[in-house]
């Protein structure tokens, strides 16, 4: 049986002009394998989207009978299609937006990073081109690049971070019309990622934690050397126990901080969700109070209420990747070594400050916190770390005796000292 062969298929293309009212006209159309663009005319010119569509019907029909040439291109039609957007267009004008959105300098480099990749692929294809095929083809090629500071081939997790970026570039072709659909949000476009098991700690291993960074500082201040030291133990636990992004944490200034109403406002933060109130659990504010005391006696200028919280021996803030890079796994090394010799469960060396977020999320759930509580002193609009974590927790059995650490941790200071107080209403006052 003869298959009969699918209709020829175009589209009305409107352009509209600068000066907000004149509006072109063009039919795109296929003929021979290839897609070919013919000028109508302006709005001024009589036509308008029915005649245009009347007359893509009938070249359509033309086509379909075998009776149509393309007419020989004037010098006008050349510009016109020369004029055509393209992919380097498109993503030039989503860059330029997000980059004013997003005033932070390591969003913007990350921001970079991803187009640079993007326009280094055919970035000259005209947008509406762009079809299931062409962004295959792109995810192909992706998967072969190598990284100039790695000098390995870019991981899964990185392409699909490329590949989010390019939908979201194609959602803007899409909204000025320029594609029908975006291809970059079917179904089964993205790299096979293997689900890496990222670590949280459990409530005896923040403790351990804390005392390691106090051991610590107590042998420097032996040797008088707080400067190398000073201050980490209250750092560690407010990142542990106020959850909040190690940029922010180091920006905190005196006066952001409330110890006596327990509460401390982050000014600066990545996201505008970020700009928010941290609630102080009585734990914290206990490990707080010692830090501020001791900070000016060990500054060699007096702290003002810009001075940071968290700063160096000089007083300036600290530098997050120092901490990241240096105090952090010596911290964990000698956490570990009385782990080790108690017999308890290592804490994993490739920990990051990222993983305090995480852990500040399972504590807040063991103590009884609710998810639109825990979102909010995150600083996040979407739920998925915290739902995430909340399911991972579910899974697992937990213990009656570390309820009760986690509770100890994040209470408030108007709250019961033990973990079943707070299921119970408070007592009434007697008359």
Known sequence: MRRVPRAAKGKVEEHP????????????????????????????EGWNRERADVELER???????????????RSGDQAAD?????????????YKRKHKEHPAKKTRADLKWRFSYILSHQADTPTEEIDAAW???????????????????????????????LAEILDEAVRYRLLPGNPARAPKTRVKEKKKRRPILEPDMVIDLLDAASDWEAELHKKKQDHWCYGRRAFLATLMLAGPRI??????????????????????????????DLDLTAYLVHELRPHLATSPSLMKRAPTP???????????????????????????????KKRAAEGKLLIPTDLTPHAFRRTFVRLCFMAGRELDYVMGQLGHKDATLA????????????????????????????????FGEIMSPAPRPVA
């Open 59 to 73: 070249v359509l029909g033309l086509i379909e009978r075998g009776n149509w040439e393309p007419p020989p291109k």
């Open 306 to 336: 810009q001075t940071t919280v968290f700063h160096t021996y000089k007083g300036g803030p600290l530098n997050p990747d120092n901490f990241r890079a240096r105090a952090l796994p010596k911290i964990i090394q000698r956490a570990n």
């Open 387 to 418: 739902v995430e974590i909340y399911a991972q927790m579910r899974k697992s059995r937990t213990r009656r005796k570390e309820r009760e650490l986690a509770w100890e941790l994040m209470r408030f200071s108007d709250e019961g000292e033990t």
């Open 17 to 44: 002009w600068k000066d907000g009212r004149t509006i072109s006209f063009r039919l795109r159309v296929p003929f021979k394998g290839r897609k070919v663009r013919l000028t109508l005319g302006t709005n001024h």
């Open 247 to 276: 940029s922010e944490a180091v920006a905190i200034e005196r006066s952001s901080l409330d110890i006596h109403s327990e509460r401390c406002r982050v000014d600066k933060s990545k996201t505008e969700a970020g700009e928010r």
């Open 82 to 94: 020369d004029a055509a957007e393209t992919l380097r267009m498109t993503a030039t004008r989503v």
């Open 135 to 165: 962004f295959d083809g792109f995810r192909d090629w992706l998967s072969g690049v190598v990284s100039e500071k790695t000098d390995k081939e870019l991981s899964p997790r990185s392409q699909n971070m490329v590949l989010s970026q």
